[in-house]
């Protein structure tokens, strides 16, 4: 859960210099792990392309992590509902 912390604090810039690039690298090693809130925002880095230094999407690795993180996902849990994500 650190990963995932660490990864939050660089990708907000709270108390830190921003590093979205920095912040993705912490997401994955976390989701890699089953962290599913880390799941879901390595996916919406991808997403968006927040994590590349070109700013070039990746919306069929977000979906697949999107899709990761809901199916570990308790009913409550924050990742509930997860976002309409359209592949082409």
């Known amino acids: 859960m650190h990963m995932y912390t660490l990864g939050r604090t660089l990708r907000s810039g709270d108390g830190v ?3 979205r690039s920095k912040a993705a690298m912490w997401f994955r090693r976390a989701a890699t792990n ?3 809130a880390s799941q ?3 996916g919406k880095l991808l997403e968006f392309g927040w ?3 070109d700013g070039k ?3 069929r690795s977000a979906a697949a992590w999107y899709k990761r993180a809901a199916t570990q996902a308790r009913p409550r ?3 509930h509902p997860l ?3 359209s592949i082409p």
């Open 17 to 19: 210099k921003r590093d």
């Open 34 to 36: 089953g962290v599913v």
């Open 40 to 42: 879901y925002n390595y």
């Open 51 to 53: 994590n590349a230094p």
């Open 57 to 59: 999407k990746d919306e």
């Open 77 to 79: 849990s924050p990742v």
């Open 83 to 85: 976002p309409a994500v």
